[in-house]
């Protein structure tokens, strides 16, 4: 069993830069993939990135290329989301989820965070 905890949000002005973190316990973390999600007020949720076990990237959302970058440290058993020029649009709570099937889409994700919430205001 993992559990996930994410960390790292708070409140930026545009153009800043916010580094969440997804803590997890349990074993055989370095066998899980690892998502970032996120969820803005309204809004349906949105898958952003995914990190596999050898670090392959998929990212799922255009509006964030160029601006957000995840990896993981399976020392640490903890996996980052560094967001950088950071808009208004990038509200939402952000959540870090765990798979061992591989990077898929939310429904399949068998631990999730509580999340944690970024706002980009001035």
């Known amino acids: 069993q993992l559990q996930l905890v994410e960390s790292g949000g708070g409140l930026v002005q545009p153009g800043g830069s916010l580094r969440l973190s997804c803590a997890a316990s349990?074993?055989?973390?370095?066998?899980?993939?690892i998502s970032w999600f996120r969820q803005a007020p309204g809004k349906a949720r949105q898958q952003i990135l995914c990190i596999s076990s050898s670090n392959t990237i998929t990212n799922y959302e255009d509006s964030v290329k160029g601006r957000f970058t995840i990896s993981r440290d399976n020392a640490k058993n903890t996996a980052y989301l560094q967001m950088n020029s950071l808009e208004p649009e990038d509200t939402a709570v952000y959540y870090c989820a765990a798979d061992r099937r591989g990077c898929t889409v939310a429904e399949n994700y068998e631990h999730w965070g509580q999340g944690t919430q970024v706002t980009v205001s001035s």
């Open positions: 349990g074993r055989h973390f370095l066998y899980y993939v």
